[in-house]
């Protein structure tokens, strides 16, 4: 049995859920999100909360069952709270500014590195070194967020570059530090 699956997800009384077939719409303060799911996945709204139920007991139906209840339980949770990634930035000179719907990092290349932020997601800068990335889909500001880090990943040597915030690098012993350390 999937305990995952069997939990029944409730909707607050913001949110309104839309179920045709096998497309869920979700609509709540914060905006609108769809998805369709597998055909074989049963979903219902019962008394205010969404009930998942797979046709089969197979390996395929097991995974899918707590999947889709993942899924949409972070649909409601997008469309009522919303989701957010913090990224700092760590280095001298390294810094990020807004222009327009583009962000411009200055991360010790030769040019600025500009990042096009997606409609469906929003940024904010607070001083020159960290970044909100808000939204209501959980994947996509996920992946805006790891966009973003990818374009100066933090340095295992120094722990210069772009990280999550409350991520912890943990830096290595240059040569140096081996030489004294060896012996």
Request: charged residues 25%; glycine residues 14%; contains cysteine.
């Amino acid at each position: 049995m999937s305990r995952i699956g069997l939990l029944p997800i409730p909707v607050p009384e913001d949110a309104q859920v839309n179920i045709e077939g096998n497309k869920v719409t979700v609509k709540g303060s914060k905006g609108e999100i769809y998805r369709c799911f597998h055909p074989d996945m049963s979903i219902k709204l019962e008394e205010g909360n969404i009930v998942v139920s797979r046709k089969g007991d197979d390996k395929m139906h097991r995974s899918l069952h707590g999947l889709t209840r993942s899924l949409l339980a972070n649909m409601v949770e997008g469309v009522s709270k919303g989701f957010e990634k913090v990224l700092e930035i760590k280095g001298v000179g390294y810094r990020v500014q807004g222009k327009g719907d583009k962000l411009l990092f200055q991360v010790g290349y030769s040019q600025p590195v500009e990042f096009q932020i997606p409609s469906n997601v929003s940024a904010s800068i607070e001083g020159t070194n960290r970044i909100y990335i808000k939204g209501i889909d959980k994947q996509v500001v996920g992946r805006v967020a790891a966009e973003i880090r990818a374009i100066r990943p933090a340095d295992c040597y120094k722990g210069k570059g772009i990280r999550y915030s409350g991520e912890e690098i943990r830096l290595k012993p240059g040569k140096a530090g081996k030489a004294v350390a060896g012996g």
